[in-house]
């Protein structure tokens, strides 16, 4: 059964068997690194909500989530570098482990200034969990400590990502054909 979604991909970078084998792969490395811990995992809204819930599925770990959402101001696909948090997080982090889980990390601006904002908190620990890492935009300095993707300079939908609120429902991820939004 097709989707109709489908016809605005160019091509299919990562299949849902992919991204599972990856996310499985993933979420035993993260077992490993945080036995005898409890971290908190964040999930940035709203990019990065279907890696997360596989992803912390795949940890065999006692664990908490918690949500937070992020805007940032800039023209059209441009970050700006003012990052505002719109939904903040419910937990109180000071002392805890804490793994930010987001979806793409792109120029950096977003990652850059949420762990900023974390850090204040006085967390034991922050690391970064991407699914895909765009490494060529970036132009502050943030590394994911973890990550399940790398991809070129093209603009990537499905498994949670979008275009315009779009896509985002895909089981894989596929680069957009141009013509919809250039
Ligand atoms: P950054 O602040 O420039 O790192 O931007 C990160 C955010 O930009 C991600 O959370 C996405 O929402 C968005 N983004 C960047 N590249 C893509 C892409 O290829 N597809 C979908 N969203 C993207
Ligand atoms: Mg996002």
Do not use: W
């Not at 605005?8 to 979420?27: P, Q, R, T, W, Y």
């Not at 982090?93 to 762990?115: A, F, M």
């Not at 974390?118 to 890492?133: A, F, Y």
């Not at 939908?157 to 429902?169: F, I, K, P, Q, S």
Request: proline share 3%.
């Amino acid at each position: 059964m097709g989707c109709i979604m489908n016809k605005d991909i160019e091509k299919i970078l990562f299949s849902s068997e992919e991204i599972s084998v990856a996310v499985k792969c993933l979420g035993e490395k993260l077992t490993r690194d945080y036995m005898e811990k409890t971290p908190v995992f964040i999930c940035i809204l709203k990019g990065a909500t279907v890696f997360f819930s596989d992803l912390v599925r795949a940890v065999s770990l006692p664990a908490q989530i918690d949500f937070l959402r992020a805007r940032s101001y800039g023209m059209s696909h441009k970050s700006s570098g003012v990052v505002e948090i719109v939904k903040d997080i419910e937990t109180d982090i000071e002392g805890k482990d804490i793994i930010l889980v987001e979806d793409i990390i792109d120029s950096g601006e977003t990652l850059s200034c949420l762990g900023k904002v974390l850090r204040e908190r006085k967390p034991n620990s922050l690391k970064i969990v991407t699914l895909v890492d765009k490494k060529i935009k970036r132009e502050c300095a943030v590394a994911p400590d973890y990550k399940c993707f790398d991809v070129e300079d093209e603009f990537i939908v499905g498994y949670g990502l979008d275009y315009a609120e779009n896509y985002r429902t895909l089981p894989y991820i596929g680069v957009l054909k141009r013509a919809l939004y250039s």
